[in-house]
């Protein structure tokens, strides 16, 4: 999809600055299917267990980086970006799969929440086309038995945003059965505290109270309760989070708080979060210039923080500084790095330099009949089938990055890893049509 800058704009604009509805859209869908939906077994006490589309690239379900995707996609502070990319119905598109599933995994007569499909040991070593697998899938619940807060507090949160993205659609009734849900799950966790352990070798949780916040300041934004709004103010937490991402939401809760209050101290916490981010702080920098939090996903955590620097410099917080800062990070993930020749995309097909051997399963399946097996996980080869639009792991902490299936660390993809980054896309696409995009420094830009 061409870009509508001009071409003298394009000659002084930054080379990635000016195609940011390029990274958009991708593939024409802003975040890939990464698997797709896995046969299930039933459950034996659960007849509703669900099945979806997974995560991350395994097949073992867990609800908590999937419900940050759909949380981080519903807001819609820069809902403009994805109309003039042409990608708003293909984001409305794909919040609605898993808040459906969301719906199908909340049972409010029992109050019961299904919040983990399979086990992940025998998951992960599985290696083929999903539809393929022929394991047991067990299911583990949320219950007043089995305490869950802090996820059924993040899917209370989840079909919040998702019933107020669905109001500003026009979709009314789809709406009310969105937040229907949410209401009663939210006050299910607030009668049920306690963390749910069922994925600690996979998904530990730190606590409930970052998502008990947002939850509530969803509620109070559909709602206009104020029960809700004080509920939040109760228990957001002011410390300085970590990174933005599926177990830390400290930094999204206080900024949602500041959007509706205008209270300096949620003000204070954002710039202490971004404090310890830019330059300067405690965030270990790569050579030519990424913001490198952890191994684990180092592009996710870039790309989440710059989203939150996006929607921080539009409430009026260090507006010039952390909008450079961000549109720099998506520079860096989209080309202006040193790795292959440099101009390598970290997104799987933008441009001509990128990913070849995602760490995914479907991807890396040749065309049936042929079979897909361990030994498509140890080819050293493209995969087959190319995954339009992830966002991989990402280099190391001196920009090195190995293109290996076979390297779970820097080539995982996941829904989690996409949602910062592609909501940064759709700032920097708003900025762009405002006319604020603002002028960059990369370390190592990209000169194609």
Not at 374 to 386: D, E, K, L, M, R
């Amino acid at each position: 999809m061409k870009s509508d800058v001009s071409a003298k704009d394009e000659r002084k604009a930054h080379h990635l600055q000016a195609h940011p509805m390029n990274a958009l859209c991708v593939g024409n869908t802003s975040v890939p299917v990464l698997d797709s939906p896995s046969s299930n077994a039933q459950h034996p006490i659960l007849p509703r267990c669900q099945s979806s589309s997974s995560p991350e690239v395994d097949e073992h379900q867990n609800g908590g980086s999937k419900l940050f995707h759909v949380e981080i996609q519903s807001w819609e502070r820069f809902r403009d970006g994805y109309e003039k990319a042409g990608q708003l119905d293909m984001m409305y598109d794909m919040i609605k799969w898993p808040l459906d599933y969301f719906l199908k995994a909340w049972d409010p007569t029992s109050k019961q929440l299904t919040v983990q499909v399979g086990d992940a040991g025998m998951d992960h070593a599985f290696w083929g086309r999903p539809e393929d697998m022929t394991m047991a899938r067990p299911c583990k619940v949320v219950n007043s038995n089995n305490k869950g807060s802090d996820i059924a507090a993040e899917t209370a949160a989840a079909l919040a945003a998702g019933a107020l993205a669905y109001e500003d659609k026009g979709d009314e009734l789809y709406s009310i059965r969105l937040l229907t849900a949410a209401e009663s799950l939210y006050a299910f966790a607030k009668t049920n505290r306690g963390v749910f352990g069922g994925s600690a070798a996979y998904y530990s949780s730190s606590g409930d109270p970052d998502e008990m916040c947002e939850a509530a300041v969803w509620l109070y934004r559909v709602t206009g309760n104020n029960e809700y709004l004080e509920d939040a103010k109760g228990f957001v937490e002011t410390a300085w989070g970590w990174s933005l991402s599926w177990d830390d939401k400290k930094v999204a809760c206080q900024e949602l708080l500041y959007e509706e209050t205008q209270d300096a101290v949620y003000k204070d916490a954002v710039v202490g979060f971004f404090q310890g981010w830019l330059p300067g702080g405690q965030i270990t920098y790569t050579p030519c210039g990424l913001a490198w939090r952890d191994k684990w996903g180092a592009n996710r955590y870039a790309g989440n923080a710059a989203f939150m620097a996006l929607l921080a410099a539009e409430s009026g917080i260090e507006t010039d500084s952390y909008r450079k800062w961000a549109v720099e990070q998506i520079n860096y993930l989209l080309g202006d790095n040193n790795h292959n020749g440099g101009c390598f995309s970290y997104e799987i097909g933008y441009g001509s330099n990128y990913p070849q051997q995602p760490h995914h399963r479907g991807a890396s399946c040749p065309d049936r009949p042929a079979p897909c097996s361990q030994a498509q996980f140890s080819a050293n080869s493209p995969s087959p089938q190319i995954l339009q639009g992830a966002l991989v792991g990402g280099p190391d902490a001196q920009d090195n990055y190995q293109d290996r299936r076979t390297d779970y660390v820097q080539n995982e993809v996941a829904t989690d890893y996409n949602s910062g980054f592609q909501g940064a896309l759709a700032g920097i696409v708003h900025l762009q049509a405002s006319g604020n995009l603002p002028v960059t420094n990369n370390k190592c830009p990209c000169r194609n």
